[in-house]
Nanobody, 122 residues
Framework: QVQLVESGGGLVQPGGSLRLSCAAS????????MNWYRQAPGNVRELVAT???????SVADSVTGRFFISKDNAKNTFYLEMNDLKREDAAVYYC????????????????WGQGTQVTVWS
């Protein structure tokens, strides 16, 4: 069974930094795309950053220059480095990935983590 587990959230002051991790585990054949989303109370869930299996990345305009996405293929883990955090960055952050298993190698399924809370407050 495949699962994604986020970690690294917490309370940080404006201007501070956090590093989120998303660890994928289970009978994984390949991961083609990895995403970070966030959702604040009353808001829609928005895409924050993406990294593909070839290493290409993209980030939302609202976080460009501050947030960086990366991955460690050997660990099936990807990260979101968040710098210069602002109050509007406060949200539950979710990792998401398209994953195929060894038994269904030609078909990718979207998996979600349970989310990790990021609070920005002085």
């Amino acid at each position: 069974q495949v699962q994604l587990v986020e970690s690294g959230g917490g309370l940080v002051q404006p201007g501070g930094s956090l590093r989120l991790s998303c660890a994928a585990s289970g009978n994984i054949y390949t991961i083609t795309v990895m995403n970070w989303y966030r959702q604040a109370p009353g808001n829609v869930r928005e895409l924050v950053a993406t990294i593909r299996d070839d290493g290409r990345t993209s980030v939302a305009d609202s976080v460009t220059g501050r947030f960086f996405i990366s991955k460690d293929n050997a660990k099936n883990t990807f990260y979101l480095e968040m710098n210069d955090l602002k109050r509007e960055d406060a949200a539950v952050y979710y990792c998401n990935a398209a994953i195929s298993t060894r038994s269904t190698w030609s078909s990718h399924t979207e998996y979600w983590g349970q989310g990790t809370q990021v609070t920005v407050w002085s």
